[in-house]
Antibody, heavy 120, light 105 residues
Framework: EVHLVESGGGLVQPGGSLRLSCAASGFTFSGYWMSWVRQAPGKGLEWVANIEDDGRTKNYVDSVKGRFTISRDNAKHSLYLQMNSLRVEDTAVYYC?????????????WGQGTLVTVSS | SYDLTQPPSMSVSPGQTATIACSGDRLGQRNVCWYQQKPGQSPVMLIYQNNKRPSGIPERFSGYNSGNTATLTISGTQAMDEADYYCQSWDGSVGFGGGTKLTVL
């Protein structure tokens, strides 16, 4: 059974940094693209970033380019999101998701999410 | 991101058919995915590639995409279908619709 478990969220001041992790199990992690999607409180879904199965290609939404870095460790079956220069508007639940093959960024499995709160 | 528009809310009576629309520029030329999210839970994929259902998704959920509008249809709506529904597509960048809150009453 596929499981994705996020961790690393918390309260951080504007301008601060946080690193999110996503532990994957139940599938061949190294064979799938992975994504991060966020959801601000009471708002809709926003795709944040994704990474190729071997880690070579990474894509980001414009609002986080230069501040966030997605990475993965296939040996540890883990996905990461390093978030720097955090802003109040980055406050959200962050989900990791497994992408279906085909390059359309469809997420067939999601984690439970981890809450990031950026506030002074 | 790819801009997709959904009605913010809609309501349906139990047993009736609910149709949720998602519009975007030349959306019919793209592939669309639909997710269901219940309060306090993570999203669940309902439909991918316009009209395909992942295993375990009931047959009462179906999708269609043509022109500038994709639709998610829920036939014989049940109380358990009360949730937020999001469309998603890709046009060089990933876009989600704003979500539609479906009330079953």
């Amino acid at each position: 059974e596929v499981h994705l478990v996020e961790s690393g969220g918390g309260l951080v001041q504007p301008g601060g940094s946080l690193r999110l992790s996503c532990a994957a199990s139940g599938f061949t992690f190294s064979g799938y693209w992975m994504s991060w999607v966020r959801q601000a409180p009471g708002k809709g879904l926003e795709w944040v970033a994704n990474i190729e199965d071997d880690g070579r290609t990474k894509n980001y939404v414009d609002s986080v380019k230069g501040r966030f870095t997605i990475s993965r460790d296939n040996a540890k079956h883990s996905l990461y999101l390093q978030m720097n220069s955090l802003r109040v508007e980055d406050t959200a639940v962050y989900y990791c998701g497994r992408e279906t093959p085909g390059g359309q960024v469809w997420l067939d499995y999601w984690g439970q999410g981890t809450l990031v709160t950026v506030s002074s | 991101s790819y801009d997709l528009t959904q009605p913010p809310s809609m309501s349906v009576s139990p047993g009736q058919t609910a149709t949720i629309a998602c519009s975007g520029d030349r959306l019919g030329q793209r592939n669309v995915c639909w997710y269901q999210q219940k309060p306090g839970q993570s999203p669940v994929m309902l439909i991918y590639q316009n009209n395909k259902r992942p295993s375990g998704i009931p047959e009462r959920f179906s999708g269609y995409n043509s022109g500038n509008t994709a639709t998610l249809t829920i036939s014989g709506t049940q109380a358990m279908d009360e949730a937020d529904y999001y469309c998603q597509s890709w046009d060089g960048s990933v876009g989600f619709g704003g979500g539609t809150k479906l009330t079953v009453l």
